[in-house]
Nanobody
């Protein structure tokens, strides 16, 4: 089992940057594909980014490509989401999640395949 705790959210002006962190418990962090999702008020939770177990392969939703970067540190059991050029429409609660994966270079994009979720961290971008 993996427990996930997000941090780093806050209030930022449009065009600003934030870095979200997600700390994972347990000794099997490197066995999981890690993902970031977000949920805005009144909307469904949506995929933002994912990173493979070995940290080499990543995938992004179109609306964050070129602005957000997902990385992970398997020695420290942490996954990050660096966000630049933030827009008001990025306002949401951001969640990190973990999905089991057999292959070190695979990715998981479907929300339903993520088994473990953090409690979320609020990101608010003012115009």
């Amino acid at each position: 089992q993996v427990q996930l705790v997000e941090s780093g959210g806050g209030l930022v002006q449009a065009g600003g940057s934030l870095r979200l962190s997600c700390a994972a418990s347990g000794r099997t962090f490197s066995s999981y594909v890690m993902g970031w999702f977000r949920q805005a008020p009144g909307k469904e939770r949506e995929f933002v980014a994912a990173i493979s177990r070995n940290g080499i392969y990543t995938y992004y939703a179109d609306f964050v490509k070129g602005r957000f970067t997902i990385t992970r540190d398997n020695a420290e059991n942490i996954v990050y989401l660096q966000m630049h050029s933030l827009k008001p429409e990025d306002t949401a609660v951001y969640y990190c999640a973990a999905a089991m994966a057999n292959l070190p270079y695979g990715l998981v994009l479907s929300r339903g395949e993520y088994r473990y979720w953090g409690q979320g961290t609020q990101v608010t971008v003012s115009s």
